[in-house]
């Protein structure tokens, strides 16, 4: 079963201010604002949807192919991603921009200042299925440029392509006839529970309207675990306990990743269900999203610690 992963490819520039940046903010003068803060650490780090999920696959023994666009500086992050096991040839490179980049500076209050720079993700809506990443079986369509998503949405629809649609953080910035549209005859909607409750208000359809126009759906709700629908039934999945939670992102793509291993390997939705839960909480207690490492021995390991899978993880073992 082919899985591609679409979405975002970007670098997390993170920077920390050893002050408050509202010291600087002279009154009366905050209409000629040029401030310049000293800071005294920078970190790199790999992120953006597409990788984040596919990287919780590949640790899971699976090969899933991400297709998107991506920028000059991405050489040493697709080797890096090849290495761990994930198809990298549907990223075309653009020559002449870069990577999308998160820059974010946090002062000593956790106050924020933060640009994101769209780069080559930019051109993510020049890219097909048909050309690119033929034979897929299942798609995900996770946050992109949004006429990127919209574009795969549709493309799946024409084609009969199955696909999971992964609005999330995009939900805000869509509108109600947008978001309509995209997840119309999806095999999937997934997002958070702020998520969704931002969708039924946009688009003005019930629970049930919505659950007439797509296959199934996931909520992930933090710390209360997750609810699936599929095919009418109900799955409450727990979350699995965290040692420590260093920092939250990444931990809704990570359940997706985890979950669609399950799905490729044909699991019972309560044990790829729970997979997701701990793949989610394997990101959540290390800083960055991409940071953390397991087996699947060791993640079966730890499955059964929490969860009864009966025998089916066997699966990720041979
Ligand atoms: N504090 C927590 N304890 C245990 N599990 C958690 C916790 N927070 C998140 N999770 C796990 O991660 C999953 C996704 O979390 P959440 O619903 O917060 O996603 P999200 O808001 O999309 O996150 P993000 O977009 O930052 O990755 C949850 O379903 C749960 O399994
Ligand atoms: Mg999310």
Not at 29 to 54: E, K
Not at 123 to 145: E, M
Not at 188 to 207: C, D, G, W
Not at 249 to 275: I, K, S
Request: overall charge negative; glycine content about 10%; hydrophobic content about 40%.
């Amino acid at each position: 079963m082919k899985i591609v992963v679409t979405g975002s490819i970007a670098y997390d520039y993170i920077m920390s201010f050893p002050g408050r940046f509202t010291d600087s903010f002279v009154d009366g003068q905050m209409h000629n604002v040029s401030l310049s803060f000293l800071v005294d650490s920078l970190n790199r780090q790999r992120g953006g949807t597409a990788p984040n999920i596919a990287y919780t696959m590949a640790l899971l023994g699976g090969r899933p192919t991400i297709m998107a666009t991506a920028g000059q500086d991405f050489g040493e992050y697709r080797a890096w991603l090849e290495e761990q096991g994930v198809d990298t040839s549907a990223i075309v490179d653009i020559e002449d921009d870069f990577c999308a980049s998160f820059f974010v500076n946090t002062d000593q209050e956790q106050n924020q200042i933060a640009s994101f720079y769209t780069g080559a993700m930019a051109h993510a809506g020049k890219l097909t299925f048909a050309k690119h990443a033929a034979d897929a079986d299942l798609v995900i369509i996770s946050p992109n440029a949004p006429d990127a998503m919209q574009k795969y949405a549709e493309e799946c629809r024409q084609s009969g392509i199955p696909f999971i649609y992964d609005p999330s953080q995009q939900a805000a910035r869509f509108s109600g006839e947008e978001l309509r549209q995209g997840l119309e005859g999806c095999a999937m909607l997934t997002v958070n529970e702020y998520e969704y409750t931002l969708i039924q208000e946009k688009t003005r359809l019930s629970e049930a309207e919505i659950m007439e126009r797509i296959g199934a759906l996931l909520v992930t709700k933090a710390e209360d675990g997750a609810w699936l629908v599929v095919d009418g039934q109900e799955y409450h999945i727990p979350p699995a306990p965290p040692q420590q939670v260093a920092d939250p992102t990444g931990a809704g793509d990570a359940f997706r990743g985890g979950l669609m291993r399950g799905m490729q390997l044909g699991l019972p939705w309560e044990v790829a269900g729970r997979m997701g839960a701990l793949a989610a909480t394997y990101v959540l207690e290390q800083l960055g999203t991409q940071k953390h490492h397991y087996t699947p021995a060791d993640f079966v390991a730890r499955y059964r610690k929490y969860f009864d899978d009966e025998g089916a993880l066997d699966a990720l073992l041979t």
